[in-house]
């Protein structure tokens, strides 16, 4: 039974925190199916009441919305104190408590209002440049913010897999990760840098083109908002010469991620083989990884964000890919610590890809300099390899 089914009324009697428990029915079910597959009618009926109740509490489902991204991001927004370790202790326990935050930001909100996503991201940044404030003591703002950034999305990492630990474990584990990032030594790091990983060259193909300004469309937005009209109008496209590169919007998607799905296919082929040893093999994956998500982020985020809008058989083909790319690293990162168990070793893979994901698809994070460098240092950290495996270039 869970925490919400025990918490519902008994018939015929209306709670005192009615509203809290639309807003946790709500986001269950955004974090579960998506925002677009979830109606009024199925929160309702997952909190055990008529649809005219919600009504009273929320004038309709994207409203609904902004509650449930609001309360899922408000810790990492509030919990910030004077001492550094009480902040990492309190904002694990929040992370284990609540593991929607991550997929309900970077997925679910994208279809939010600009206006309403603005106040959500500034209600985010207030509390990661808090705690930047934090780590300044022995380094410069530019750093501190930067390693802020990767501590928020160590602790957003569990939204993405169903891993699981002792709830006194799991927070520990967090915590820890959180202050191996916290004191990591990183390069020099500026802001608004002409990022070398910016694409700058368009293509002559028109299917690239459309490929490309399908990433961007269902990246920024969402694969269900962009129609394949609109895509080939991106392009000057129209009419039925889009149909002579693919017969749907569909197709579009497939072929992305059919590309994003080989692409870590043949990485950790090539990087395997040029291994000297595990952790050499991990430390030219996680660069290899990152220098991939820096200049293609576009197709990292449908690859997080979009797999289950594929066709069954594309769907299992495209995940086994993902599954197998990250129990490599998981494989060796247990080779490099032979006494590291199976699961908390898959939480730091995840938070280590989580973090390069992270930052690659931030406009201002992707671009600063050094970038590549110093998400290489902080996956270093999270993974503990060793220094002449974390300085290979």
Not at 60 to 79: C, D, M, N, W
Not at 87 to 112: F, K, M, Y
Not at 140 to 163: G, K
Request: charged letters at 25%; proline letters at 4%.
């Amino acid at each position: 039974m869970t925490s919400l089914e025990t918490s519902l009324p008994l018939r015929g009697k209306r709670p005192r925190n009615r509203r809290e428990l639309i807003v946790r029915a709500a986001a269950d079910l955004f974090y579960r199916v998506g925002y677009p597959q979830v109606t009024m009618a199925d929160v309702a009926a997952a909190v055990g009441v008529g649809p005219s109740a919600l009504y009273r509490h929320f004038a309709g489902k994207q409203e609904l919305l902004v509650a449930a991204v609001s309360q899922a991001l408000r810790p990492y927004a509030e919990i910030v104190t004077a001492d550094l370790d009480t902040t990492i202790e309190r904002l694990a326990a929040a992370a284990v408590e609540e593991r929607r935050a991550g997929v309900l930001w970077q997925r679910e909100s994208r279809h939010l209002p600009a206006a309403d996503r603005a106040v959500l991201r500034e209600s985010v940044r207030a509390g990661v440049l808090a705690f930047a404030r934090l780590l300044e003591e022995s380094r410069t703002q530019t750093q501190a913010e930067f390693l802020a950034w990767c501590d928020f999305s160590v602790l957003t990492s569990p939204s993405y897999h169903r891993l699981e630990l002792p709830s006194a474990d799991y927070q520990e584990l967090l915590a820890d990760m959180s202050r191996e990032v916290s004191t990591v030594e990183l390069p020099e790091i500026e802001y608004g840098q002409e990022s070398v990983n910016e694409q700058r060259v368009e293509p002559r193909s028109r299917r690239e083109a459309l490929l490309r300004t399908a990433a961007v469309m269902f990246a920024e937005n969402g694969y269900g908002t962009a129609s394949l009209q609109e895509i080939g109008a991106g392009v000057e496209i129209a009419g039925p010469s889009i149909y002579h590169h693919f017969d749907s919007k569909l197709d579009l998607l497939v072929a992305l991620m059919n590309r994003g799905a080989e692409w870590l296919r043949r990485d950790m082929s090539s990087e395997l083989a040029a291994a000297s040893d595990p952790a050499d093999a991990l430390s030219r994956l996680l660069r290899s990884y990152a220098g991939f998500a820096l200049a293609h982020r576009e197709l990292v985020d449908i690859l997080i964000t979009e797999v289950a809008q594929l066709p069954g058989p594309d769907r299992h083909r495209t995940r086994q890919i993902q599954r197998d790319y990250v129990a490599e690293w998981v494989h060796l990162l247990r080779s490099v610590h032979s006494d590291l168990a199976e699961v908390p070793a898959r939480i730091r893979v995840q938070a280590t890809l989580t973090v390069i994901n992270d930052i690659a698809r931030t406009t201002q994070l992707r671009r600063a300099k050094n970038v590549d460098a110093a998400l290489h240092a902080v996956g270093g950290a999270l993974l503990g390899l060793p220094v002449s495996a974390a300085g290979h270039s």
